[in-house]
Protein backbone atom coordinates (compact mmCIF):
# COMPACT_ATOMS: atom_id res chain seq x y z
CA UNK A 1 0.00 0.00 0.00
CA UNK A 2 2.75 2.50 0.72
CA UNK A 3 5.07 1.36 -2.30
CA UNK A 4 1.69 2.36 -4.48
CA UNK A 5 1.44 5.89 -2.47
CA UNK A 6 4.96 6.26 -3.06
CA UNK A 7 5.06 5.43 -6.43
CA UNK A 8 2.24 7.69 -7.24
CA UNK A 9 3.81 10.15 -5.50
CA UNK A 10 7.15 10.01 -7.84
CA UNK A 11 5.21 9.98 -10.38
CA UNK A 12 3.80 13.27 -9.35
CA UNK A 13 6.87 14.78 -8.93
CA UNK A 14 8.16 13.24 -12.47
CA UNK A 15 5.21 14.80 -14.02
CA UNK A 16 6.36 18.25 -12.34
CA UNK A 17 9.49 18.23 -14.36
CA UNK A 18 8.39 17.53 -17.44
CA UNK A 19 6.21 19.96 -17.18
CA UNK A 20 9.30 22.41 -16.70
CA UNK A 21 8.18 24.55 -19.65
CA UNK A 22 5.03 26.02 -17.79
CA UNK A 23 5.46 29.75 -16.91
CA UNK A 24 6.93 30.21 -12.98
CA UNK A 25 5.76 33.30 -11.19
CA UNK A 26 8.13 35.00 -8.52
CA UNK A 27 7.46 37.33 -6.58
CA UNK A 28 10.27 40.62 -6.91
CA UNK A 29 13.25 39.97 -3.98
CA UNK A 30 12.20 36.16 -4.15
CA UNK A 31 13.96 32.95 -5.40
CA UNK A 32 13.75 30.83 -8.29
CA UNK A 33 14.44 27.66 -9.68
CA UNK A 34 15.29 27.50 -13.15
CA UNK A 35 14.54 23.59 -13.63
CA UNK A 36 16.61 21.88 -16.56
CA UNK A 37 16.84 18.04 -16.55
CA UNK A 38 17.29 16.30 -20.08
CA UNK A 39 14.64 13.77 -20.35
CA UNK A 40 15.36 10.18 -19.76
CA UNK A 41 14.30 8.97 -23.62
CA UNK A 42 17.45 11.31 -24.83
CA UNK A 43 19.98 9.81 -23.51
CA UNK A 44 21.55 6.18 -24.78
CA UNK A 45 24.67 6.22 -25.40
CA UNK A 46 25.35 9.39 -26.25
CA UNK A 47 27.79 11.73 -24.96
CA UNK A 48 26.96 14.84 -22.76
CA UNK A 49 29.53 17.75 -23.81
CA UNK A 50 27.62 20.95 -22.51
CA UNK A 51 25.06 22.64 -21.12
CA UNK A 52 24.10 25.64 -21.79
CA UNK A 53 21.39 28.98 -20.62
CA UNK A 54 20.01 31.54 -23.07
CA UNK A 55 17.73 34.30 -21.96
CA UNK A 56 15.78 36.64 -23.54
CA UNK A 57 14.64 38.98 -20.40
CA UNK A 58 13.39 42.65 -20.04
CA UNK A 59 17.08 43.30 -18.69
CA UNK A 60 18.51 41.43 -21.90
CA UNK A 61 15.97 41.63 -24.78
CA UNK A 62 18.39 40.06 -27.39
CA UNK A 63 19.49 36.46 -27.03
CA UNK A 64 21.87 36.19 -23.95
CA UNK A 65 23.73 32.64 -23.88
CA UNK A 66 24.47 33.48 -20.29
CA UNK A 67 25.83 30.05 -18.46
CA UNK A 68 28.01 26.97 -19.13
CA UNK A 69 28.29 23.61 -17.27
CA UNK A 70 30.43 20.90 -18.87
CA UNK A 71 31.62 17.89 -16.32
CA UNK A 72 34.43 20.26 -15.09
CA UNK A 73 32.89 23.64 -14.07
CA UNK A 74 29.62 25.74 -14.42
CA UNK A 75 30.16 29.07 -14.99
CA UNK A 76 28.35 32.67 -16.01
CA UNK A 77 29.24 33.35 -19.70
CA UNK A 78 29.66 37.68 -19.10
CA UNK A 79 30.94 38.76 -15.68
CA UNK A 80 29.59 37.76 -12.34
CA UNK A 81 26.14 37.78 -11.30
CA UNK A 82 26.25 35.84 -7.29
CA UNK A 83 22.45 35.41 -8.20
CA UNK A 84 22.76 32.45 -10.12
CA UNK A 85 23.85 29.09 -8.62
CA UNK A 86 24.27 26.01 -10.40
CA UNK A 87 22.42 23.00 -8.37
CA UNK A 88 22.17 20.52 -10.91
CA UNK A 89 24.56 17.66 -11.16
CA UNK A 90 26.22 17.07 -14.80
CA UNK A 91 26.46 13.46 -14.21
CA UNK A 92 22.73 13.50 -14.12
CA UNK A 93 22.07 15.22 -17.48
CA UNK A 94 20.56 18.07 -14.61
CA UNK A 95 21.69 21.43 -15.61
CA UNK A 96 18.87 23.06 -12.86
CA UNK A 97 19.87 26.83 -11.85
CA UNK A 98 18.84 28.94 -8.89
CA UNK A 99 18.30 32.43 -9.08
CA UNK A 100 17.80 34.53 -5.87
CA UNK A 101 17.02 38.35 -5.66
CA UNK A 102 14.85 37.94 -8.76
CA UNK A 103 13.89 41.67 -9.95
CA UNK A 104 11.64 43.03 -12.64
CA UNK A 105 14.36 42.91 -15.62
CA UNK A 106 14.60 38.70 -15.16
CA UNK A 107 11.19 38.35 -16.33
CA UNK A 108 11.34 36.45 -19.70
CA UNK A 109 12.27 33.44 -21.37
CA UNK A 110 15.12 30.81 -20.07
CA UNK A 111 16.09 28.27 -22.17
CA UNK A 112 18.75 25.47 -21.60
CA UNK A 113 20.29 24.13 -24.28
CA UNK A 114 22.11 19.74 -23.93
CA UNK A 115 25.07 19.65 -26.49
CA UNK A 116 24.83 15.48 -27.12
CA UNK A 117 27.28 14.19 -29.30
CA UNK A 118 26.53 13.14 -31.92
CA UNK A 119 22.44 13.40 -31.27
CA UNK A 120 22.28 17.43 -31.62
CA UNK A 121 20.92 20.08 -29.15
CA UNK A 122 17.95 18.89 -27.09
CA UNK A 123 16.18 22.11 -24.97
CA UNK A 124 13.58 22.90 -22.78
CA UNK A 125 12.39 26.31 -22.14
CA UNK A 126 10.87 28.20 -19.28
CA UNK A 127 9.36 31.96 -18.72
CA UNK A 128 9.40 33.37 -15.62
CA UNK A 129 6.89 35.98 -15.11
CA UNK A 130 7.84 38.53 -11.87
CA UNK A 131 5.37 39.46 -9.98
CA UNK A 132 5.39 43.05 -7.69
CA UNK A 133 3.51 43.62 -4.64
CA UNK A 134 0.94 45.86 -4.30
CA UNK A 135 1.70 48.41 -1.87
CA UNK A 136 -0.50 51.09 -0.45
CA UNK A 137 0.48 53.57 2.44
CA UNK A 138 -0.58 57.17 3.25
CA UNK A 139 2.50 59.46 5.05
CA UNK A 140 2.76 62.78 6.65
CA UNK A 141 4.70 65.35 5.39
CA UNK A 142 4.71 67.01 8.44
CA UNK A 143 4.07 70.53 8.10
CA UNK A 144 4.84 73.10 10.06
CA UNK A 145 2.01 75.88 11.05
CA UNK A 146 2.30 78.74 8.29
CA UNK A 147 0.11 80.32 6.13
CA UNK A 148 1.13 78.76 2.22
CA UNK A 149 -0.19 76.08 0.70
CA UNK A 150 2.21 72.68 0.91
CA UNK A 151 1.76 69.21 0.98
CA UNK A 152 -0.04 68.32 3.98
CA UNK A 153 -0.43 64.13 3.40
CA UNK A 154 0.78 61.61 0.63
CA UNK A 155 -1.18 58.63 -0.97
CA UNK A 156 1.22 56.09 -2.80
CA UNK A 157 -0.48 52.91 -4.69
CA UNK A 158 2.32 51.09 -6.15
CA UNK A 159 2.25 47.66 -8.26
CA UNK A 160 -0.80 48.42 -9.83
CA UNK A 161 -1.72 47.16 -13.36
CA UNK A 162 -3.79 48.59 -14.86
CA UNK A 163 -3.13 52.06 -12.47
CA UNK A 164 -4.94 52.75 -9.30
CA UNK A 165 -7.59 55.30 -9.17
CA UNK A 166 -6.41 57.39 -5.76
CA UNK A 167 -8.56 60.46 -4.84
CA UNK A 168 -9.32 61.49 -1.17
CA UNK A 169 -12.86 61.80 1.00
CA UNK A 170 -12.84 64.85 2.85
CA UNK A 171 -15.04 66.49 4.95
CA UNK A 172 -17.40 69.31 4.15
CA UNK A 173 -16.22 71.78 6.48
CA UNK A 174 -12.51 71.31 5.00
CA UNK A 175 -13.34 70.92 1.14
CA UNK A 176 -12.86 74.29 0.53
CA UNK A 177 -9.61 74.15 2.14
CA UNK A 178 -7.87 71.71 0.79
CA UNK A 179 -6.96 70.30 -2.92
CA UNK A 180 -4.91 67.14 -4.18
CA UNK A 181 -3.25 66.22 -7.65
CA UNK A 182 -1.99 63.08 -8.59
CA UNK A 183 1.36 62.11 -10.17
CA UNK A 184 1.61 58.48 -11.99
CA UNK A 185 4.81 57.03 -12.55
CA UNK A 186 5.26 53.87 -15.07
CA UNK A 187 7.78 51.26 -14.04
CA UNK A 188 9.66 49.12 -15.90
CA UNK A 189 7.85 46.41 -13.95
CA UNK A 190 5.15 47.08 -16.24
CA UNK A 191 3.05 48.67 -13.25
CA UNK A 192 1.82 52.02 -12.19
CA UNK A 193 2.98 53.94 -8.98
CA UNK A 194 0.36 56.53 -8.18
CA UNK A 195 1.40 59.14 -5.77
CA UNK A 196 -1.93 61.58 -4.39
CA UNK A 197 -1.10 64.51 -2.74
CA UNK A 198 -3.15 66.84 -0.72
CA UNK A 199 -2.25 70.63 -0.23
CA UNK A 200 -3.68 73.14 2.16
CA UNK A 201 -2.91 75.44 4.15
CA UNK A 202 -0.84 74.48 7.40
CA UNK A 203 -3.27 76.25 9.86
CA UNK A 204 -4.11 75.63 13.09
CA UNK A 205 -7.91 74.63 12.41
CA UNK A 206 -7.27 71.37 9.63
CA UNK A 207 -5.07 70.61 12.88
CA UNK A 208 -6.54 67.04 14.00
CA UNK A 209 -9.21 66.86 11.08
CA UNK A 210 -10.02 63.51 9.48
CA UNK A 211 -9.43 62.65 6.06
CA UNK A 212 -9.61 59.38 4.04
CA UNK A 213 -7.40 58.11 1.07
CA UNK A 214 -9.20 56.06 -1.38
CA UNK A 215 -7.62 53.57 -3.80
CA UNK A 216 -9.93 51.87 -6.20
CA UNK A 217 -8.50 48.96 -8.44
CA UNK A 218 -9.25 46.07 -10.32
CA UNK A 219 -7.43 43.98 -7.41
CA UNK A 220 -9.09 45.48 -4.35
CA UNK A 221 -10.12 48.56 -3.29
CA UNK A 222 -9.17 50.21 0.24
CA UNK A 223 -9.84 53.11 2.14
CA UNK A 224 -6.73 54.66 4.21
CA UNK A 225 -7.72 57.17 6.78
CA UNK A 226 -5.14 59.75 8.12
CA UNK A 227 -5.83 62.38 10.25
CA UNK A 228 -4.15 65.60 9.58
CA UNK A 229 -1.22 66.71 11.92
CA UNK A 230 -0.01 70.41 11.34
CA UNK A 231 3.18 70.86 13.86
CA UNK A 232 4.24 73.46 16.10
CA UNK A 233 6.07 75.02 18.93
CA UNK A 234 4.16 74.90 22.39
CA UNK A 235 2.95 78.53 21.29
CA UNK A 236 0.73 79.42 24.93
CA UNK A 237 2.09 78.86 27.77
CA UNK A 238 -0.33 79.57 30.89
CA UNK A 239 0.22 79.48 34.42
CA UNK A 240 -3.09 79.20 36.39
CA UNK A 241 -3.37 79.22 39.97
CA UNK A 242 -6.28 76.32 41.32
CA UNK A 243 -8.98 77.65 43.94
CA UNK A 244 -7.78 74.93 46.52
CA UNK A 245 -4.05 75.79 48.19
CA UNK A 246 -1.55 76.45 46.81
CA UNK A 247 -1.30 74.59 43.80
CA UNK A 248 -0.61 76.54 40.24
CA UNK A 249 -1.53 74.80 36.66
CA UNK A 250 0.69 75.56 33.72
CA UNK A 251 -1.07 74.40 30.22
CA UNK A 252 0.85 74.84 26.84
CA UNK A 253 -0.42 74.06 23.54
CA UNK A 254 1.70 72.54 20.34
CA UNK A 255 1.67 69.67 18.30
CA UNK A 256 3.39 67.32 19.57
CA UNK A 257 2.39 67.58 23.09
CA UNK A 258 4.54 70.02 24.64
CA UNK A 259 6.33 68.10 27.76
CA UNK A 260 6.10 70.31 30.89
CA UNK A 261 8.81 71.41 33.23
CA UNK A 262 8.49 73.84 36.30
CA UNK A 263 12.18 75.30 38.16
CA UNK A 264 12.86 78.03 40.30
CA UNK A 265 15.34 80.23 38.25
CA UNK A 266 16.38 77.16 35.81
CA UNK A 267 17.99 75.05 39.14
CA UNK A 268 15.82 71.89 41.17
CA UNK A 269 12.77 72.98 43.10
CA UNK A 270 13.29 73.31 47.16
CA UNK A 271 11.51 70.26 48.83
CA UNK A 272 8.39 71.76 50.16
CA UNK A 273 7.71 72.59 46.49
CA UNK A 274 6.86 69.35 44.02
CA UNK A 275 6.07 69.54 40.74
CA UNK A 276 5.63 66.03 38.58
CA UNK A 277 6.79 66.15 34.68
CA UNK A 278 4.15 65.68 32.11
CA UNK A 279 5.08 63.80 29.16
CA UNK A 280 3.48 65.23 25.96
CA UNK A 281 1.90 62.20 24.92
CA UNK A 282 -1.49 62.54 25.35
CA UNK A 283 -4.09 63.53 22.60
CA UNK A 284 -5.44 66.82 22.12
CA UNK A 285 -3.42 70.28 22.25
CA UNK A 286 -3.15 71.40 25.66
CA UNK A 287 -2.33 70.15 28.98
CA UNK A 288 -1.17 71.37 32.67
CA UNK A 289 1.28 70.77 34.94
CA UNK A 290 0.59 71.55 38.75
CA UNK A 291 3.24 73.21 41.17
CA UNK A 292 2.44 72.58 44.64
CA UNK A 293 3.58 74.71 47.65
CA UNK A 294 3.31 72.65 50.71
CA UNK A 295 3.91 75.70 52.95
CA UNK A 296 4.13 79.78 53.29
CA UNK A 297 7.75 80.26 53.56
CA UNK A 298 10.41 82.54 52.65
CA UNK A 299 12.96 79.96 52.10
CA UNK A 300 10.79 78.51 48.77
CA UNK A 301 10.32 83.08 47.42
CA UNK A 302 11.58 83.29 44.34
CA UNK A 303 10.91 82.88 40.48
CA UNK A 304 9.46 79.88 39.34
CA UNK A 305 9.87 78.82 35.33
CA UNK A 306 7.67 76.57 33.51
CA UNK A 307 9.19 75.38 30.30
CA UNK A 308 7.08 73.97 27.52
CA UNK A 309 9.30 71.78 24.98
CA UNK A 310 8.31 69.49 21.62
CA UNK A 311 10.13 69.09 18.88
CA UNK A 312 9.80 72.16 17.10
CA UNK A 313 10.76 74.40 19.64
CA UNK A 314 10.61 75.81 23.64
CA UNK A 315 8.61 78.52 25.38
CA UNK A 316 8.38 79.32 29.03
CA UNK A 317 6.44 81.46 31.07
CA UNK A 318 7.27 82.64 34.91
CA UNK A 319 5.56 83.12 38.19
CA UNK A 320 6.83 85.21 40.99
CA UNK A 321 6.31 83.78 44.71
CA UNK A 322 7.15 85.83 47.70
CA UNK A 323 5.95 84.74 50.88
CA UNK A 324 7.81 87.17 53.03
CA UNK A 325 6.10 88.62 55.70
CA UNK A 326 5.13 92.16 55.37
CA UNK A 327 6.54 92.80 51.73
CA UNK A 328 5.62 96.00 50.78
CA UNK A 329 4.09 96.78 47.87
CA UNK A 330 6.99 98.72 46.69
CA UNK A 331 9.12 95.70 47.07
CA UNK A 332 6.53 94.19 45.05
CA UNK A 333 6.95 96.94 42.27
CA UNK A 334 10.98 96.39 42.29
CA UNK A 335 10.94 92.82 42.40
CA UNK A 336 8.40 92.93 39.71
CA UNK A 337 10.35 95.57 37.20
CA UNK A 338 13.50 93.29 37.78
CA UNK A 339 11.21 90.17 36.49
CA UNK A 340 10.48 92.75 33.49
CA UNK A 341 14.47 92.81 32.99
CA UNK A 342 14.66 89.26 32.92
CA UNK A 343 11.96 88.34 31.19
CA UNK A 344 13.06 90.92 28.30
CA UNK A 345 16.75 89.48 27.98
CA UNK A 346 15.74 85.81 28.31
CA UNK A 347 13.09 86.44 25.92
CA UNK A 348 14.85 88.30 23.31
CA UNK A 349 16.18 86.19 21.00
CA UNK A 350 13.00 84.26 20.87
CA UNK A 351 10.97 87.52 20.06
CA UNK A 352 13.59 88.49 17.64
CA UNK A 353 13.41 85.42 16.14
CA UNK A 354 9.46 85.88 15.56
CA UNK A 355 10.08 89.38 14.05
CA UNK A 356 8.42 91.27 16.96
CA UNK A 357 9.20 92.63 20.12
CA UNK A 358 6.92 92.83 22.90
CA UNK A 359 7.39 93.75 26.74
CA UNK A 360 5.61 91.18 29.23
CA UNK A 361 3.78 92.53 31.74
CA UNK A 362 3.12 92.60 35.29
CA UNK A 363 -0.20 91.44 36.25
CA UNK A 364 -2.45 93.81 38.75
CA UNK A 365 -0.21 94.13 41.23
CA UNK A 366 -1.60 94.21 44.63
CA UNK A 367 -0.90 92.92 48.46
CA UNK A 368 -1.62 89.13 46.63
CA UNK A 369 1.74 87.08 47.11
CA UNK A 370 2.40 85.77 43.75
CA UNK A 371 2.15 87.29 40.26
CA UNK A 372 2.34 85.60 36.97
CA UNK A 373 4.67 86.66 33.78
CA UNK A 374 4.26 85.23 30.44
CA UNK A 375 6.82 86.30 27.28
CA UNK A 376 3.98 85.82 24.74
CA UNK A 377 1.08 87.02 26.72
CA UNK A 378 -0.15 89.48 23.91
CA UNK A 379 0.19 86.55 21.78
CA UNK A 380 -2.16 84.79 23.47
CA UNK A 381 -4.68 87.25 23.50
CA UNK A 382 -4.16 87.76 20.14
CA UNK A 383 -4.58 84.09 19.25
CA UNK A 384 -7.57 84.34 21.65
CA UNK A 385 -9.29 87.27 19.65
C1 LIG B 1 17.75 18.37 -10.80
O1 LIG B 1 18.42 19.06 -9.76
C2 LIG B 1 17.58 19.78 -8.87
C3 LIG B 1 18.46 20.49 -7.88
O2 LIG B 1 19.36 19.66 -7.23
C4 LIG B 1 16.60 18.85 -8.19
O3 LIG B 1 15.74 19.60 -7.35
C5 LIG B 1 15.80 18.14 -9.25
O4 LIG B 1 14.93 17.21 -8.60
C6 LIG B 1 16.70 17.41 -10.22
N1 LIG B 1 15.88 16.86 -11.32
C7 LIG B 1 15.71 15.55 -11.50
C8 LIG B 1 14.73 15.17 -12.54
O5 LIG B 1 16.32 14.74 -10.83
C1 LIG C 1 5.78 63.01 -10.78
O1 LIG C 1 6.72 62.15 -10.14
C2 LIG C 1 7.94 62.00 -10.81
C3 LIG C 1 8.73 60.95 -10.09
O2 LIG C 1 8.74 61.14 -8.71
C4 LIG C 1 8.63 63.36 -10.87
O3 LIG C 1 9.85 63.24 -11.54
C5 LIG C 1 7.72 64.35 -11.59
O4 LIG C 1 8.31 65.61 -11.57
C6 LIG C 1 6.36 64.40 -10.93
N1 LIG C 1 5.47 65.23 -11.73
C7 LIG C 1 4.66 66.12 -11.20
C8 LIG C 1 3.78 66.85 -12.13
O5 LIG C 1 4.63 66.35 -9.99
Redesign the pocket.
Known sequence: MSHTLLLLMIALLCARVQVAGEPINVQEGGTTILPCKLPKTLTGNENLEQISWQRKTKGKPLTDNFFTITKDEARLVNGPDRRFKYIGTFAEHNGTLQLSNVNVLDAGTYTCIFSIFPTGHPQTTVEITVSVPLQTSVNSTRPTLGNKEVPLVTCTAAGFKPPAKVSWQIDDRLKDKVTW?N?S?LLISDTTTT?STLFGKPTKEINRNKVQCVIISEKQNETLPFEIQIYYPPLNVNIKKQSEGLVFTCEAEGNPNPTITWSRSGKALPPSVSAPSTQGATQGATQGATLTFEKKSPDVNGLYLCEANNTYGSNQSFLYVDFSPGTSSVTGWVLCIILFIILVTGSAVFLYKHGYFKLPRCLGFDREEVRTSSPNEEENENASV
Open positions: TNTV
